[in-house]
């Protein structure tokens, strides 16, 4: 009975355009689609530019003040959220405009939340910056 019902449900599910090859070259060709898409926001995204310079930033800033172990987390986490979010939200924005080209109410919801997302994650980033390096920063002077 159980057999029969996966049948129906495998039959009406579509299937996705896969590559093939060996379970070993499948996971090898994901890998390279996925640095194929973090070069494609490197590229052409110029906020991705942005995350990467605060990041940079960000670990030049715990290299000389020497941050603890759980803020080093903290800045590894929120830089790569960031990073993860901004790649998102090009997919979202990207897919989108497959689907229209139009002005319409719906894809700029759409565009917008994404954009938001890695916005909210920013500020984040930021609060979490000015607890870690304001009172090292003050220390200085």
Not at 15 to 23: A, L, V, Y
Not at 95 to 116: G, Q, R
Not at 120 to 133: D, K, T
Request: with cysteine.
């Amino acid at each position: 009975m159980l057999s029969k019902l996966l049948d129906k449900f495998r039959k009406k599910s579509p299937k996705r355009n896969k590559d093939t090859g060996t379970s070993l070259e499948r996971y090898i060709k994901s890998f390279f689609h996925a640095i194929d898409g973090i070069i494609y926001c490197i590229k052409n995204e110029h906020n991705m530019i942005i995350i990467l310079i605060a990041t940079i930033f960000a670990v030049i800033l715990g290299l000389i003040f020497k941050i603890s172990e759980f803020e080093w987390l903290f800045i590894i986490t929120i830089c790569g959220l960031i990073a993860s979010c901004e790649v998102i939200n090009s997919a979202i924005e990207a897919t989108v405009d497959l689907i229209t080209t139009e002005i319409h109410p719906l894809a700029k919801i759409a565009k917008d939340t994404a954009s938001s997302a890695t916005l909210l994650l920013c500020i984040v980033a930021l609060l979490g910056a000015i607890i870690i390096f304001i009172p090292k920063i003050g220390g200085l002077l």
